[in-house]
């Protein structure tokens, strides 16, 4: 899944770089003529957060701040039109009133529209309740209790039962007709709850279930090519230069919609499931290890499953897995019964394990070249490069995209290190976060990180399913959902504060033990003159006026010491209610771009004055706890640099009393650490996510990557929704397939398909059913393997839904093949037909049976061809009833019938011709004038007068002669 998504990457960003290099252009010169002066026409109405009028009429919402981006890009200036309503909306961009409008779903599709080409959100219908009503999500005892209003409308109605039965509760419903009375009466409290759009709710709702999820897209007229091509223009720009835009504008005007709430059921389970073990090297900072002085688990990941126990209820226990061999580790997992195993990289055996699932990605991370300082990395160079991994996954990645370059395997981080600092390898493939921790050893003080050339790495949770860890596999099921749910609920800002915490201030980690040693002179320096301070602090009860200088000039050493730290270092005061910095050091001024000129005017301004001032309220709101409590405090803000900028810090800070002149005077020294860099790199890591999601989700057919090295199963958000969560996460050879429940007549030509793949090494392609919930749909299954030594290693997947276009197929193919009047065969499909079973080898005579109908023509010139066919339509009735389905049965025109009787003794022909000449005597009266239509057959047997279907018609019709000669109604064999 990574190497496929890691494809995916390089896809967007070559498409991303191609738009970056070639500025955005509205060079449609016809789209300008269609338009007056650059004005679209947008239809809007008032639709929740999505869309609506203000009071003062300005258009607002979702929508409009899109436009307004798209505008941007396009040039366009827009005149809004109220359409009142979506049906409305849609009459107006028919008559092509308007040119744009919003929401749009394919099943309003028709020849009138066309849809962007980037979805723009979902839609889905929910059930929504006060805030203040003590209802969990789908709660379906309670919603079975509760009065739900919604609209009388076929189609809602329909949904809303089918989600009813599925989920065993019977609704009490009040049916309304506008949609204003529906809010209205929910909003007199004549209804408990109502059901209606996602995008219709309003913020001071509650979501208690949801279904019928679907994507939402911009809607055009078909006809305005210009207009559809401007647009999708531009929504592909917005989303390669700022994928997470769309996904920001969701967040704001519609997230009281988004993630889905636990269930009433999923918070049960959690709170009564016992605690889970989870496992983790102890020596993989920053993400997990062992914190040496609490001896207790720390790292980002820790900090993570801690976020999702408070969200989830889930309980979690923390156990450390010896380094040692895969078999030792193995054992020491089945023995303590661990669960649950966090992965940001390939360094554990159960990549390779048989019974595992793995969430959804946590954590974005990168793997990052480390290599010798003022030595650049060129891609098409041949090094060699040291990986740290056991599963093989890096060694692959490697190949895949530095194909020149080949590698060596080291158990330890350190040892891949000290090979590049020791020239034995070129390079090192590490974790970025991992990179960065090591690299503060002065060690390795050479080295450094390679911009620019990077590899993207997912962190999931893996759970391990082994029968003593989980009672039953819907157990196991069920804990992932939650864990999946639990991973939606993580926000940005809880990602940014867990890494900002591990991956700069932790009082146990290497961070302070590398600037300790890096600073070990100057540090031992400070110490000595802490020592000798106090020595002098002693001595100055004896004589304090004679020493006051040299505790100055020490003061001004110390100054002078602290300079050279890495990093800004103040000393704040409370000083006539201005917060005064007395003291600051060179690396605090070269931080906001001062220097020491302007140290003396920098004392006298309050340090307020440069924090942000969305940032003020909580600054002060911690300092005014700090003087309280006197208590250390890491806090993250924003500072003024003398450009007007801001740049982002975290500071250290720890209160101190000092006494001055007699009186107390209370002071916060800090340490500022600019952050800029991390704060960057997140913000890359989640654009970078969010365009995988937007890739994906844009997308209208459904992809699956499988692993054959790692097991691992990648299936993308479509197959879930389309096929539920059933799909298989882990291929297990052969029977992998079987949980697709492909159809049992295809399964046999979808395992020669298979096969062909493996032998052959190329891409193939098969129509096949896949039989969900007890209803066959047709699919086509494309397979494309990836080939690695003339072995495959991985097969990526498209399924495309072409049920409409098989059931068309045969709809039409059924339309030439049939008589539209009688549903018989056609005279040439039968001859064909016919044909085709008289060349199989047969051990029983078969009969061609031709049959013309008597004084038909009398009923068509007496009481017209209406009466015609209704005879014809008659007989055609009668005959499928006499002979049976396994027969031929075709009507060649007019009142001429042919039959090929199967495999049939003579005695039971008899029978049949006998039965046919009753039942065709049809007898036709109106007006006082009546006519009887009787029956002539002639009849040729086969294989006695041959196996052509000509030779057996023409024996056929000269019997049927004989039949009319002899005086009609009756039948006559062929001699």
């Known amino acids: 899944m990574k190497r496929f998504l890691s494809a995916l990457y390089i896809v967007i960003s070559l498409t991303s770089f191609s738009f970056a290099e070639i500025p955005y252009k509205n060079n449609n010169t016809s789209a300008k003529q269609n338009m007056e002066n650059n004005v679209v026409r947008i239809g809007i109405f008032n639709l929740g957060n999505f869309q609506y009028f203000d009071a003062e009429g300005r258009p607002q919402g979702f929508v409009i701040k899109l436009l307004e981006k798209v505008s941007e890009y396009t040039g366009w200036e827009y005149k809004f039109t109220d359409t009142g309503n979506l049906k409305n909306a849609e009459n107006l961009l028919r008559n092509r009133e308007i040119d744009i409008m919003a929401p749009g779903i394919h099943s309003m599709a028709s020849d009138d529209f066309s849809f962007s080409s980037y979805q723009i959100c979902t839609d889905s219908l929910g059930i929504f309740t006060k805030k203040d009503r003590n209802t969990g999500y789908e709660d379906f005892d309670a919603l079975s209790r509760m009065k739900i209003g919604l609209l009388d409308n076929e189609k809602i109605k329909e949904s809303f039962f089918d989600y009813a039965k599925k989920n065993s509760f019977l609704p009490q419903t009040k049916y309304f007709e506008l949609k204003d009375e529906l809010f209205r009466a929910f909003s007199n409290n004549e209804v408990d709850c109502i059901l209606t759009n996602m995008l219709s709710a309003e913020r001071n709702t509650k979501l208690i279930a949801n279904f019928n999820t679907v994507p939402v897209f911009f809607v055009m007229s078909r006809e305005n090519n210009e207009i559809s091509h401007e647009l999708n223009k531009a929504l592909s720009y917005i989303v390669s230069e700022n994928p997470v835009f769309i996904q920001k504008l969701i967040h704001k005007f519609l997230n009281h919609v988004y993630p889905k709430p636990f269930t009433q059921a999923e918070k049960n389970f959690a709170k009564s499931f016992p605690p889970l073990k989870v496992g983790y090297t102890g020596k993989l900072r920053p993400f997990f290890y062992t914190d040496k002085i609490s001896g207790e688990a720390a790292g980002i990941e820790k900090d993570i499953f801690e976020l999702l126990a408070s969200l989830t209820g889930l309980k979690f226990t923390f156990i450390e897995i010896p380094e040692k061999d895969e078999k030792s580790q193995t054992q020491f997992i089945k023995e303590n019964k661990i669960s649950l195993i966090p992965q940001i990289q390939d360094d554990f055996y159960f990549f390779r394990h048989e019974k595992l699932m793995s969430t959804a990605p946590f954590f974005i991370s990168q793997k990052v070249f480390v290599g010798r300082k003022n030595e650049p990395f060129r891609q098409n160079e041949q090094y060699n490069v040291a990986i740290h991994t056991v599963s093989g996954k890096d060694r692959i990645l490697l190949k895949d995209f530095f194909p020149n370059c080949s590698s060596i395997n080291l158990p330890e981080i350190e040892q891949a290190f000290d090979s590049v600092l020791q020239k034995q390898t070129d390079f090192a493939l590490v974790n970025s976060f991992i990179a960065e921790h090591t690299l503060k050893n002065e060690k390795y003080r050479n080295l450094c990180i390679v911009p620019k050339e990077i590899i993207e790495e997912n962190a999931v949770i893996t759970f391990l399913k082994n029968d003593e860890n989980f009672n039953s596999s819907e157990e196991a099921r069920m804990l992932l959902a939650i864990l999946n749910k639990g991973i939606q609920h993580i926000t940005n800002t809880d990602l940014s504060q867990i890494i900002s915490k591990n991956s700069l201030f932790r009082g146990d980690n290497s961070f302070f033990s590398a600037f300790i040693y890096e600073n070990r002179k ?107 409590t006197k208590e250390h405090f890491s806090l993250k803000f924003r500072i003024k640099r003398r450009d007007n900028t801001y740049i982002p810090i975290i500071a250290n800070g720890t209160f101190v009393s000092n006494e001055n002149n007699g009186k107390e005077q209370d002071e916060i020294n800090c340490v500022l650490v600019d952050i800029s860099f991390q704060e960057k790199l997140l913000e890359q890591l989640e654009q970078k996510k969010e365009r995988y999601k937007l890739f994906l989700e844009n997308s209208h057919d459904m992809y699956f990557d499988i692993n054959l090295i790692t097991g691992e199963v990648y299936n993308s958000s479509l197959i879930y929704r389309n096929f539920g969560d059933f799909m298989p996460k882990h291929y297990s050879g052969a029977d992998f397939f079987n949980n697709w429940k492909i159809y049992k007549e295809d399964y046999l030509n979808f395992s020669t398909t298979l096969y062909e793949v493996f032998e052959h090494k190329e891409k193939r392609e098969r129509k096949l059913r896949l039989n969900f919930d007890n209803s066959l749909t047709w699919y086509k299954i494309s397979l494309m393997p990836v080939v690695e030594k003339d072995t495959v ?72 061809h209406l009466a015609g066919d209704e005879i014809l339509t008659k007989v055609a009735s009668k005959l499928q009833v006499i002979f049976s389905n396994y027969d031929i049965i075709s009507r060649f025109g007019g009142d001429e019938f042919c039959i090929l009787v199967k495999e049939i003794p003579l005695a039971t022909l008899e029978e049949k011709l006998k039965w046919t000449l009753e039942n065709l005597s049809i007898e036709y009266e109106k007006d006082n004038k009546k006519i009887t239509v009787s029956t002539s057959i002639g009849v040729a047997l086969s294989p006695d007068f041959g196996t052509n279907v000509s030779q057996l018609m023409q024996c056929a019709d000269k019997a049927l002669y004989e039949s009319k000669k002899s005086g009609k109604n009756s039948y006559t064999f062929y001699k």
């Open 793 to 864: 290693t991985q097969i990526i997947g498209r399924i495309e839904n072409i049920d409409k276009d098989e059931k068309e197929r045969k709809k039409i193919l059924h339309q030439t093949q049939i008589d539209s009047l009688t549903g018989l065969y056609r005279k040439e499909i039968f001859a064909s037909l016919a044909q085709k079973y008289l060349d199989m080898p047969h051990q029983k005579k078969s009969a061609m049976v031709f049959i013309d109908l008597d004084n038909f023509k009398k009923v068509n010139d007496t009481f017209g």
């Open 522 to 628: 100057e540090i031992g320096v400070i110490f000595g003159m802490v020592a000798f301070i106090i020595l002098i602090l002693i001595i100055s009860i004896r004589q304090k006026a004679a020493d006051l200088a040299k505790i100055k000039k020490r003061e001004n050493q110390l100054q002078a010491i602290t300079n050279n730290i890495n990093g800004g270092v103040i000393t704040l005061q409370n000083i006539d209610g201005m917060i005064k910095i007395v003291y600051c050091n060179k690396g605090f001024l070269n931080m906001i771009q001062y220097d020491e000129n302007d140290m003396f005017a920098f004392k006298n301004i309050d340090f307020r004055s440069l924090i942000h001032p969305d940032d003020v309220k909580s600054v002060t709101e911690v300092a005014v706890l700090v003087m309280k």
